[in-house]
């Protein structure tokens, strides 16, 4: 599915309604995206396509009120609720910017880190974004990214997308289309920083667990997220139906004894370096 079929102002709402039980799971991403990039003490940070304000307010956190956060996003909606999730956790040190993430408008050498947890695999250039993200950094400097496995072991999404394609009879992504699961190979990924010029580029891989509380809470929560939800919401009401009633099958394999909907969801985690003699 191309990405101007995703509309992310649609999903505001559902991301600030299901953002407990998302970062949840999603925390231990931010946490180590944080460790990889050994931000200095008063170190300037960008965060790309911060969306509700992850993981620029776990960096927040992590800094102390100390050193610059700067998160951007393209979604004003997204922006204004990040803002809240700010004030309500006692912050006030991250400065949220509407700004495409292909146009970054800022001085090369800015920041010590930059971040970009699941945004890089929607951008349409990667390599021009990368090349960009790498000039903004100083010597030494790091950028970090998490992306989706492929989707055989993310669950979370699979379970749904799947029939959600289907329904809307939309084709699969054609190879470097920007979608979910993108940049699942991680030696493409790699190799995707090394030609854009960072040193010492390497991967981790994460096992991120999410979970619902019943079959009937995941397909809610996927209602309110996703990003075509326009889309299906033009289908005829006994096919809408079917939809979801076949995605809450689907959920059902990955039901417990309790009924708690467990996903668990391989997550890539990449990091590279700006060269300290690259001035």
């Known amino acids: 599915m191309s990405e101007p079929s995703r509309n992310w102002e649609t999903t505001v709402e559902g991301w600030i309604r299901w953002a407990t039980v998302l970062e949840q ?12 990039c050994c931000i200095p003490p008063a170190g300037r940070v960008l965060d790309i396509a911060t969306g509700i304000g992850e993981p620029a307010l776990a960096v927040a956190q992590y800094m102390g009120g100390g050193g610059r956060i700067i998160a951007i996003d393209r979604s ?15 912050l006030s040190n991250v400065t949220f910017l509407q700004m495409d993430a292909e146009r970054l408008g800022f001085l090369p050498l800015t920041f010590h880190a930059v971040f970009c947890r699941f ?10 974004a990368l090349e960009m993200i790498r000039s903004l950094l100083v010597p030494g400097g790091r950028f970090a990214a998490a992306v989706w496995g492929p989707p055989e072991h993310v669950p979370l999404l699979a ?52 979970i619902f509380s019943s079959v009937a809470e995941y397909v809610e929560a996927i209602r309110a997220l996703l990003p075509e939800r326009q889309h299906v919401e033009r289908l005829p009401a006994e096919r809408q139906t079917l939809l979801w009633e076949e995605i809450a099958q689907r959920a059902r394999a990955y039901q417990d004894e309790r009924g708690f909907v467990r996903f668990s969801n391989e997550v890539i985690c990449v990091v590279g370096v700006r060269d300290p003699g690259d001035a």
């Open 25 to 36: 799971g999603m925390r231990v991403i931010s946490d180590r995206l944080i460790a990889l």
């Open 76 to 90: 004003p909606q997204m922006l204004r609720a990040a803002h809240r999730r700010m004030g309500a956790l006692g």
């Open 119 to 128: 945004g890089l695999m929607f951008l349409h250039d990667v390599r021009g």
């Open 159 to 210: 379970v749904a997308l799947g029939p959600v394609h289907e329904a809307l009879r939309m084709p699969a992504p054609t190879l470097g289309e920007p979608g979910p699961f993108r940049l699942a190979d991680a030696p493409l990924l790699l190799q995707a920083l090394r030609e854009a010029g960072f040193a010492l580029p390497r991967v981790e891989h994460l096992q991120v667990e999410i």
